[in-house]
């Protein structure tokens, strides 16, 4: 933060520091003498601030600085240039890393000192600040004081306990803005908005509530109330007392206007006593509706509670105008009684909104269905089906078998623009739109929207390859993620089969061009490094292209295209000169999500060899444990800082390396999480934090903002769980006494509640229970009686995954209807047993009729219920369609005897043998081909094998089959010693089909491009016969993949390159051509600590590059400047390491 202050300033005092003791200290202007004093009782702050207020408005002469070394020389103060530099280095860094101290210093700023402060920091246009041959950055200053989010803090704290006070609170409110935009909005905690001032003039209160409602979203539930609060009392006080009272409301119009989203935390009382002549004037705000289209929150009750007023006011909530304005009051509109088909459809088009609404989507459906059902009346599917918007997603497969392809074709500019189709409802209709336009081309897939995803793959496979290619660079792209991956196969081999091909290869973009062969890449040569910017790569792709064109374009070139650092391997790394690779370093990390951990430690040594003072702390943690020794003292809150930032999980650490680095952390926390400055700078590593830390280490107040944080977290082990649910018990008491917001806020981890409290909770606050977790008011819809009680729609639809919760005989109960109309969600539910899913297929055979009879997209629907079909049932399935086997093979828990009857089935339904497959008909089999015999492996065709091969490397098949597939590979690529990274990463599991003397055979330097998932597939008594060199190379993420069988057959020696792999040790083999049988470990020795503990740039000053040479050399008598070893020196313990330090 104050790097070039401190810089600028020691310019300042000490460029005439060999002035004489005889200069007459008088003269000198009273703020420069106060600053110069202040400098002399360490006040540096203070001065600085002073010094930029005298030049905000005075000249300087070249006397002025001879004026103040005569003074401090006149106060016989003795100043040394190091030794004031070491001073005020420290106190700029404390000022930096410890924003507690920030704010005190703050707090002890006079009024003119703290102006100049926020002057500087947020209302100075000037980008740069000139005095002579002095320039200040301020640009600079701003960017590294807002990525601090502890200073971000002080910086928010200090604006509200002393901005209003010095400077014009429109001033004030515009800076709040500023730190509050920059931030995660963490700084907004209940306790906090009680400071915020209640005596605003009207324009800074307005501009103010604007920002807390821009903001709305990255509050907690408690701190959106307290801002209610808080704006509820200064407009309660603005309006005229005497015409309110008890019985009437001091909300205006102009008030709801203001409250913005905040108007859902009216209490329900206090909405019905609004006025209704400004009920009406509101609503007719033209702003009215956005306002009501953002109240995601609202609740069934306030939301009737506002529909009643509204329709009390004058307004007609039956008419269409008035139905435009009502947002999404509509999700909850209640008054259907002789309700018109014009109003429905009113109703039905705005109702396309209410997906946006926080929970209530039961609720919401069984509305739409009423609508629905009003809106057809006397009116047949066909006519209606253009006019129902999104209700047309509730539709159940009979009604959408039922419509002409004459209606789909005249509707389609409605269906084309609705989300939220399963694939078989997707399915249908595309059948019939298509049956009506006859030809299939680019023109009527362009109409389709979201419904291309339903055109059958043999029917894109059948287009004209040019109009192919049109369609997957129009505006059909968007929804390739869509498509499966069968569907993306049959487009590309169309196109690859065709005489353009290489010329296409250019139109390909997105993910379609990840989808090309290695095969088919080799084809065309035709490529450069400007093409590649728009495309998305896999690994094997990328190792291939990047290889390729680096014979014509630069590094730099290449690595600005930004998928293609996937192809950058270790050598290429280890080869790039310091100066190159520190330029262009950026490349590197701004593509950091895309690279391998054995990429990202490469990196990491790399840069430990060329700059380890300026090493970036994520790349520290995938070095060896020992190297976290460096980092002590003044270095230890920048690591944390720096490495908080960003996501561990890039690099994903093995557990071992991952609780060293908390280790450190925590030791450089000095043991304990004691506030909120701690929690802001742990960032991301809260995510990471071991349970006994959270339960011993954490206080309360910690805990009251880290809950934010943790909530983020996307995977928190259980045990961290229970420690966060005990934390969050001390911190707000027995749920019994919670309120709706403290509910809201606990979010999900109120699952881990014991069941009474859950009780308590979900009988106060059912619809927070509900839209926090659907699974804990299960029982709620099931009291004790008698009888059974069958599954409603409502029931299924809130329920979602805690529908297993039913019991088999609940289920038998169903309607064949409900079953219908929800066999696409009850399908999702993973919790289902064998019992359930039994007779969930039953029901399926009383809504569908006999299996024969059964559609592809009746097939479909099933999901997991399809799991239940017996060998028998699969063969009365009509199979022939690629599309429903590519839907079946994605479920992951079929019996090889399953398996077996549905690839059967396929080849029977569609004519085809296993010559005849091609490359998309094997994509779509995916896992089902784990049911071929080696026989039928071998007759697949060479060509169509080599264009799925790399989706084929995906499939978890037995070891027999997997060596089938690896002669296939064979015949494609050649003899697997001949096979090089990129035909590695292309087979994937295929590898693990490999034999002994093959797998031994490989260059070491080739064992970190197999896929980790392809480790797990090498048979143990394979994979033993791997040299210690070839394991100690694996790179991190394979090492991990090493199972414990595989383990179990390891030697000492092995077992001990394995963990050299496991900790990103550096070996000799990754430079040098040494002997197979023997790993050495290079390690390169961090420079040493300054006086001050100074490592890693990550305090300052360090040592320069000559000084770091020096002390290498002189601890290393052997070694030479010429010596590539001089930065390579092995540190084998960490004694080693403090030995390094002290000296």
């Known amino acids: 933060m104050f790097s070039l202050l401190k810089i600028w300033f020691l310019l300042i005092l000490m460029n005439h520091a060999e002035i004489t003791h005889s200069q007459n200290p008088e003269g000198l202007p009273p703020l420069l003498q106060k600053a110069v004093e202040e400098v002399i009782t360490g006040k540096y702050l203070n001065a600085l601030l002073d010094i930029l207020h005298f030049q905000s ?46 704010l005190s210093e703050f707090q002890q700023l006079d009024q003119q ?39 971000n803090r002080t910086l928010f704290l200090i604006t509200l306990e002393k901005c209003f006070l010095a400077l014009s609170a429109m001033e004030c409110v515009d800076i709040l803005s500023q730190v509050l935009r920059v931030s995660a909005v963490h700084y907004l905690q209940p306790a906090v908005v009680g400071s915020l001032p209640k005596d605003l003039q009207e324009d800074a209160f307005r501009n103010l509530s604007a920002i807390f409602k821009d903001l709305y979203d990255k509050t907690s539930a408690n701190t959106q109330k307290a801002l209610y609060g808080w704006m509820k009392q200064i407009l309660q006080k603005s309006y005229n007392t005497s015409e309110f009272n008890e019985s009437t409301s001091w909300v205006s119009a102009e008030n709801l206007w203001i409250l913005g989203r905040y108007m859902v935390h009216l209490p329900l009382e206090e909405i019905l006593k609004i006025s209704l002549s400004e009920i009406r004037l509101f609503i007719s705000y033209d702003n009215a509706t956005k306002q009501l289209d953002a109240v995601y929150d609202i609740t069934p009750d306030l939301a009737r509670a506002f529909l009643e007023i509204i329709n009390s006011s004058g307004f007609d909530i039956r008419n269409t105008s008035t139905i435009y304005r009502l947002g999404l009051l509509v999700c909850f509109y209640d008054d259907m009684e002789q ?95 298509l049956s009506y336009e ?59 089969a065709s005489r353009d091909f290489s010329s296409s290869v250019t139109d390909i973009q997105g993910a379609f061009f990840k989808e090309i062969s290695l095969s088919d890449l080799w084809k065309d040569a035709g490529y450069n490094s400007s093409m590649m910017k728009e495309k998305e790569l896999r690994r094997s792709q990328a190792l291939y292209l990047y290889k390729l064109l680096s014979k014509n374009n630069s590094p730099d070139e290449l690595l600005s295209t930004g998928q293609l650092v ?33 990429q ?8 430990w060899k060329v700059s380890n003072a300026s090493m970036p702390p994520l790349f520290l943690i995938v070095l060896p444990v020992e190297y976290l020794e460096y980092v002590s003292g003044s270095s230890c809150v920048p690591f944390i800082a720096r490495l908080g930032k960003t996501e561990m999980d890039l690099v994903n650490p093995g557990l071992h390396k991952q609780s060293a680095v908390l280790q450190k952390v925590l030791e450089c926390l000095n043991g304990s999480i004691a506030d909120e400055y701690d929690v802001d700078l ?167 009729g006999s299996l024969p009879a059964w559609k592809s997209h009746h097939i479909v629907s099933l999901g997991r219920i399809a799991l239940a079909l017996t060998e028998n049932e699969i063969e009365e399935l009509d199979l022939y369609s690629l599309d429903t086997i590519s839907v079946l093979s994605q479920q992951t828990e079929w019996t090889l005897t399953q398996a077996r009857s549905i690839l059967q089935g396929f080849l029977e339904d569609s004519g085809h043998t296993i010559s005849t497959l091609k490359s998309f008909d094997l994509v779509g089999l995916g896992a089902i081909l784990c049911a071929l015999n080696s026989t039928e492996i071998m007759s697949i065709r060479s060509t169509e094998f080599s264009a799925a091969v790399a989706r084929i490397g995906l499939l978890f098949c037995s070891t027999p089959l997997l060596k089938q597939f690896k002669k296939m590979a064979e015949s494609v690529f050649g003899t697997a010693a001949s096979w090089n990274s990129s035909v590695l990463q292309e087979i994937g599991t295929i590898a693990g089909g490999l034999n002994e003397d093959e797998l031994k055979a490989f260059d070491k330097n080739l064992m970190p491009y197999f896929q980790p998932i392809a480790i797990r597939h090498i048979p143990a008594e394979v994979f033993q016969a791997l040299s210690p060199a070839q394991i100690a190379n694996l790179g991190p993420a394979n090492a991990a993949m090493v199972t414990a069988s595989q383990r179990e057959r390891l030697s000492v020696s092995q077992l001990q390159s394995l963990q050299l792999a496991l900790d990103g040790a550096r070996t000799s083999t990754q430079e040098t051509q040494g002997g197979v049988g023997s790993t050495q470990v290079a390690q390169t020795p961090a420079p040493s600590a300054s006086a001050s503990g100074c490592v890693l740039c990550l305090c300052f000053p360090c040592p320069s590059e000559p000084i770091i040479k020096l002390m290498v050399k002189l601890m290393h008598p052997g070694a030479h400047k010429d010596d590539s070893r001089t930065k390579e020196l092995q540190l084998s313990t960490s004694g080693r390491i403090k030995r390094l330090r002290v000296a």
């Open 113 to 151: 000192q703290f102006q100049t402060a926020m002057k500087y920091l947020f209302n100075s246009r000037k980008d740069r600040l000139e005095l002579g041959s002095i320039i200040l950055d301020l640009d600079k200053i701003r960017e590294n004081v807002f990525q601090s989010p502890g200073v």
């Open 682 to 848: 742990l960032g991301n590593l809260i995510c990471h934090l071991p349970p006994a830390s959270i339960h011993g280490r954490m206080s309360l107040k910690a805990m009251a903002v880290a809950l934010h944080q943790f909530k983020l977290c996307r995977q928190l082990s259980h045990e961290q769980k229970i420690e966060i649910k005990y934390k969050l018990l001390e911190l707000y008491g027995s749920p019994k006494t919670w309120t709706a917001e403290t509910t809201l806020d606990v979010g999900p981890f109120i699952a881990l509640l014991p069941k009474g409290e859950l009780n308590v909770l979900a009988l106060k606050f059912p619809d927070i229970i509900f839209l926090l977790e659907e699974n804990l008011l299960f029982d709620f819809f099931l009291p004790d009686c008698l009888g059974i009680r069958s599954p409603s729609l409502d029931e299924i639809i809130k329920l979602a995954e805690a529908n297993a919760f039913w019991s088999v005989q609940e289920l038998k109960c169903m309607d064949a209807e409900t079953f219908d109309k929800e066999v696409e969600l009850l399908g999702t539910v993973s919790g289902f047993n064998s019992s359930q899913l039994t007779v969930l297929k039953e029901k399926a055979k009383e809504a569908w």
């Open 339 to 433: 309700m018109d088909a014009a109003v429905a459809r009113a109703l039905l088009h705005q109702m396309i909104k209410c997906n946006q609404l926080r929970g209530f989507q039961a609720e919401v459906q069984k509305l739409k269905a009423q609508l629905l059902n009003i809106a057809t009346q006397n009116q047949t599917l066909n006519d209606t089906l253009g006019s129902l918007s999104d209700a047309v997603v509730g539709l159940t497969s009979s009604q959408l078998e039922s419509l002409s392809p004459e209606a789909v074709h005249n509707a389609i500019s409605t269906l084309n623009q609705v989300s939220g189709w399963a694939k078989s409802q997707v399915m249908i209709l595309a059948s019939k739109y």
């Open 438 to 496: 006859k030809v299939l081309s680019f023109y009527n897939i362009s109409q389709m929207g979201a419904l291309v995803t339903g055109i059958s793959t043999q029917s894109l496979y059948n287009m004209n390859p040019k109009e192919l290619l049109q369609v997957i660079r129009g505006t059909t792209s968007q929804y390739s993620s869509d498509l499966s991956p069968a569907q993306h196969q049959g487009i590309l081999r169309k196109i690859a």
């Open 566 to 598: 996937k192809g950058v391997t270790c050598q290429l790394i280890e080869s790039m000169g310091a100066d190159f690779f520190l330029n262009n370093f950026k490349f590197f990390e701004k593509n950091l999500h895309l690279l391998s951990p054995y």
């Open 57 to 102: 408005s005075n000249v300087w002469t070249a006397d002025m600085l001879a004026k103040v070394m005569a003074y401090f020389h006149a106060q016989e103060v003795m100043l040394s240039l190091s030794s004031l530099q070491m001073s005020i280095s420290s106190y700029l860094k404390s000022l930096l890393y410890q924003p507690r101290q920030l």
């Open 600 to 607: 990202v430690n490469c990196l990491a040594w790399k840069f």
